[in-house]
């Protein structure tokens, strides 16, 4: 028989960059008594998003991070400004990755891979709150 299961996770950041939840995520799939099924999570904003990413070597999200700072700068190139320079590059960054996930779930478990990790990526250049919505369907 079909199950469902819902919940919201609050992350606050610290301004940009990633930070894990994988760990918050488990537990909700631990906790949800489905065991196998589909889990997905998003995000609830248009300046941040989600992403599977290395989860061993930092080096990793430092050089992501580096790299949609170069490609998408702040300046005052944009017409769209209304909360600051950081606004608008990112809406764009956002636009650029994903703000839903889907995870296998198997055994209780997500079915990450060894050196994957579930990141709320955090576009804005000062401290937020993102809420995030976990859902997970199976049985």
Not at 66 to 78: K, L, Q, S
Not at 113 to 120: A, D, E, P, S, V
Request: no cysteine.
């Amino acid at each position: 028989m079909k199950q469902q299961a819902f919940d919201t996770l609050t992350v606050e950041t610290r301004g940009p960059g990633l930070t894990m939840i994988s760990r918050q995520a488990s537990r909700f799939v631990d906790q949800s008594g489905i065991g196998r099924g589909l889990f997905t999570a998003t995000v609830q904003h248009t300046s941040a998003s989600l992403t599977i990413q290395e989860n061993a070597d930092p080096d990793v999200q430092t050089d992501l991070q580096a790299f949609f700072e170069r490609i998408v700068p702040e300046g005052p190139h944009y017409i769209h400004d209304a909360e600051g320079p950081d606004d608008m590059p990112a809406h764009i960054k956002s636009a650029l990755t994903l703000t839903s996930v889907s995870i296998p779930v198997m055994d209780h478990r997500l079915m990450l891979g060894t050196w994957q990790g579930l990141y709320l990526f955090e576009h804005r250049t000062h401290a937020q709150r993102r809420r995030i919505v976990f859902h997970l369907i199976g049985e």
